[in-house]
């Protein structure tokens, strides 16, 4: 009923477009983060994304232990590797991971008596006063961290461009997002504090003038607790202490930047997309083919805080590069799903193999259910940028039948930033990319969302990114 | 002991390489497709003419059977001919079929069904190119068609519907005259009678009104208090109408259906609603003088009578009267003819509402509804460049 009633009264919600999913009841919701169990081996990619390969900085044959170095990253689009467990090098290999074909990787035979790291928890001492703009950026390089929908991806990078074009908004993206990918939710319940405190230490360190928490405003419970944690933020920078103790305000005059403000959202996909959560929480709109930093505003995932506070040294914590992801592992065919802290270069086949399988598996997806790439086979490698994995099987893969185009319209009525898919399906279908331009399809977000409304099951988001290439490369 | 459950333990073997199939998202996700908004529509449609069929009997039966398989007919022989296999347009031809039933009077005869869903299927339809190619909506361009091919069958003084005790089984052609005009179908039958002959709201709205002596709102009060039927009757449909017209009740029912699906975009039926109410209060009604000379009565919409606001049960006649219903709940929403985004469909639904008062009371036409959706189905293009949308950051 609630969905009926947010259909149609629900419009609106921060921006035009977009839809209410209907609600599910996730399976993997709560549960707690796991490690899997070390494989024989890791074919580590040394690329990550669209960006260079790292230089590898170890010879084959050479040992390595946990956390060391294994790639150096010599431009500034690249990121560095390091090696997730102790192990040895044994080759210079190339892999498929969801998103490219063809990386080079280092083939990594993990020592078979390594004992399973517990991650490390995450306590932030309070009275630290967190560190300044170098430091981050030194920890984010030092440590590989990447965020998910950044460009550039590298976390050190963005933050040196953040600081050289100044941005008066930074957004910490704390939305559900996608369907059944719930590791965000879980990451954000168990490191908030962190999470809160790093992104204003992020909002202050490049020099913002508000730092923004973007929670999902239907869901109570963890919006009380972010309201809680972002009280909590020391020194009297929050904008609620309404009295601040003499002493404090001594130590610490407000800096601008540092309160963490809470953007309570309504959950409507998506939401969590960066050039949607500038327009909906600052306003602003993110001219075609570029990003959010040109006009002014940052927005970073959550769980980014996650690993940029691990790679950060402070009193009784070692830094600790991103060498994990934490991944949801679901779908009717995952005999027991679950979240699961994976190291990078873990080949699919793993991990289906140690969460098993209860039935047939038809789709393997490496995403979610609306953007991510179903998978060919399963040599393709869990890379930085894996949040989910999803195994179908025949009962729930739905194979698209495409009919003729009715018309409806939902395709463009639901487009968060106005594109109109199915003409530009049409353009792409022809090939005509200069008559394409016009349409402005570098404004696409790829969301998924064309695709999954549409009733003739047209493949319109995977049209639009196509010609979306073509434009961005003409 | 408790057993444990087996099914949650590794028993199924890795997916061979070779059989995992990829495409493109979205995974094991989605909208209803084609065949589902089919479905729901022709659903909506049932709900219509199963109304019809309790209030015309065996006579909605026929012009039902009639329609619909003589367009499943014509689709299926028009796919032979173009050598394409059956397919998803047969049910959509069923659709159209059943539509276009719902818009004809339930006495009309078998040549003008065979003629108007034939019209409806190979004009309307298949000749146009097909769904998601046609500008006009069929059942629109069928109906008006078989208005000007067979005007006289389908603009009788008298509308007949079924009295009360005789619903369904009764005949509909052993009818008697109510006993004066805007009488009540409660009424008792006369002996071997089993259905009214009744004039509908629209005839009468679209022609001059008559008058009692005085000034011209008397008119209006004349209409609402001797010639309109009680509101009970507008709304069962016990007034009279088309098969799927007449039953203002099972409309209502049937968009509610189309709305919680999201197939009608409520903003849409709104915009019609509010738009047609505000022309009706507005346009000034023609009401004749006592001396026989036609007077109109401006602004019918505010008119007081006695305290009793009749302007405003007069736009509530205007507003379930003739095709008004059908059109804006039914046929306004399908998918092809109508605009893209959700502000071109409250222009739409504007552009709906005021033509069709527009061409009922100034110009006095029958099946005034489906003229209006002609129109608006005709601004669909200019419709869809005015309310494209604005890329961001463009």
């Known amino acids: ?474 | 002991m408790r057993h444990e459950r087996t099914s949650h333990d590794a028993v199924v073997s890795l997916p061979e390489p070779g059989t995992l199939r990829i495409g493109p998202a979205p995974h094991g996700q989605g909208r209803p497709g084609l065949v589902p908004i089919t479905v729901t529509f022709t659903v909506a449609a049932g709900l219509a003419a199963a109304a019809g069929v309790v209030l015309f009997g065996w006579h909605a039966v026929r012009v039902l059977a009639i329609s619909v398989s003589v367009a499943l007919l014509v689709e299926s022989l028009f796919n032979a001919m173009k050598g394409r296999s059956p397919s998803w347009s047969e049910s959509h031809a069923l659709l159209i079929g059943l539509l276009f039933a719902c818009t004809l009077p339930p006495t009309v005869s078998w040549r003008v069904v065979v003629a108007g869903s034939f019209i409806t299927v190979i004009v309307g339809e298949a000749l146009s190119g097909g769904v998601g190619n046609y500008l006009w909506h069929p059942v629109a361009l069928g109906r008006v068609a078989v208005q000007m091919l067979f005007h006289r069958e389908l603009s009788p003084e008298h509308w007949p519907v079924l009295g009360p005790g005789h619903l369904v089984w009764g005949n509909l052609g052993r009818a008697a005259e109510m006993p004066r005009p805007g009488g009540r179908s409660s009424h008792p039958l006369p002996q071997d009678a089993e259905a009214w002959l009744v004039s509908r709201t629209d005839d009468l709205l679209r022609t001059a009104l008559p008058t009692a002596p005085g000034a011209p709102a008397d008119g209006l009060t004349a209409f609402v208090r001797d010639l309109a039927p009680s509101w009970w009757d507008t709304i069962s449909g016990a007034a009279g109408g088309g098969v799927g017209e007449a039953c203002v009740a099972a409309l209502l029912v049937a968009a509610g259906l189309l709305i919680w699906r999201g197939f009608l975009r409520w903003p849409m039926a709104a915009t019609a609603i509010v738009v047609a109410g505000a022309a009706a209060a507005v346009l000034p009604a023609r009401v004749q003088t006592p001396d026989g000379m036609v007077a109109s009565c401006t602004v019918p919409g505010l008119a007081l009578r006695d305290g009793l606001p009749v302007g405003i049960a007069y736009v509530l006649y205007h507003l379930t009267a003739g095709g008004l219903p059908l059109v804006g709940l039914l046929l306004a929403p399908d998918p092809s003819s109508s605009p893209l985004t959700s502000r071109g469909h409250l222009m739409f639904g504007a552009i709906i509402g005021l033509l069709t008062i527009l061409l009922r009371v100034e110009a006095g036409l029958p099946a005034a509804a489906y003229w209006a959706l002609l129109a608006a189905n005709t601004l669909v293009p200019t419709i869809n460049r005015l309310t494209r949308r604005r890329v961001f950051g463009t």
Request: glycine letters at 10%; hydrophobic letters at 40%.
């Open chain 1, 1 to 474: 009923m609630t969905s009926v009633l947010q259909q149609v009264f629900g419009r609106g919600g921060g921006f035009r477009g977009g839809i209410f999913l209907p609600p599910r009841r996730e399976t993997t919701a709560g549960m707690p983060v796991q490690s899997l169990p070390p494989p024989s081996f890791l074919c580590v990619p040394l690329q990550y994304d669209d960006g260079p390969p790292a230089t590898p900085c170890v010879e084959v044959g050479d040992r390595v232990r946990g956390g060391d170095r294994i790639g150096r990253a010599d431009s500034p689009d690249a990121v560095d590797v390091h090696a997730p467990l102790a192990g040895r090098i044994t080759a210079l290999v190339r892999v498929d991971s969801a998103r490219r074909t063809d990386i080079p990787a280092m083939r990594l035979e993990i020592s078979p008596d390594q004992a399973e790291q517990p991650p490390t928890p995450l306590r932030v001492p309070d009275d630290w006063d967190g560190p300044g703009l170098d430091e981050l950026v030194q920890a984010a390089e030092a440590g590989g961290v990447t965020d998910d929908r950044a460009s550039p991806a590298g976390l050190a990078a963005l933050l040196a461009e953040t600081h050289r074009r100044g941005v008066r908004h930074v957004i910490i993206n704390a939305l559900p997002g996608e369907p059944m990918l719930t590791a965000g939710a879980v990451l954000l319940d168990d490191h908030l504090d962190a999470i809160v405190r790093l992104a204003g230490w992020i909002g202050m360190a490049v020099g913002a003038e508000h730092t923004w928490l973007a929670v999902d405003r239907a869901d109570g419970a963890r919006l009380r607790r972010c309201r809680i944690a972002a009280r909590r933020v020391p020194l009297g920078r929050t904008r609620r202490t309404r009295m601040p103790a003499p002493q404090e305000t001594h130590r610490a005059a407000p800096v601008a930047g540092a309160t963490v403000r809470l953007a309570p959202l309504a959950n409507k996909y998506p939401q969590h997309v960066p050039v949607v959560l500038a327009a909906s929480i600052v306003g602003v709109e993110t001219p075609p083919g570029g990003t959010t930093l040109d006009v002014g505003v940052l927005v970073l995932e959550a769980r980014t805080m996650v690993d940029l506070a691990t790679a950060l040294a402070w009193a009784g914590h070692e830094p600790v590069p991103m060498t994990h992801r934490v991944v949801t592992v679901t779908g009717p065919a995952v005999a027991r799903p679950g979240h699961y802290r994976i190291p990078v270069g873990t080949r699919f086949e793993d991990v289906l193999r140690h969460v098993g399988l209860r039935q047939a598996v038809r789709r393997v997806v490496d995403g979610g259910p609306l953007t991510g790439r179903a998978l060919g086979h399963l040599d393709v490698v869990v890379t930085k940028h894996t949040s989910g994995v999803l195994a179908l099987d025949r009962a729930t893969d739905r194979v698209p039948e495409p009919g003729p185009c009715v018309r409806c319209g939902w395709c463009q009525d639901d487009c968060p930033v106005g594109l109109d898919p199915q003409a530009l399906l049409d353009l792409a279908e022809r090939g005509d990319v200069t008559a394409a331009t016009a349409w402005h399809p570098r404004a696409c977000v790829e969301c998924g969302l064309c695709s999954y409304v549409c009733p003739a099951q047209l493949p319109l988001a995977e049209g639009v990114a196509r010609l979306k290439r073509a434009v961005s490369c003409k």
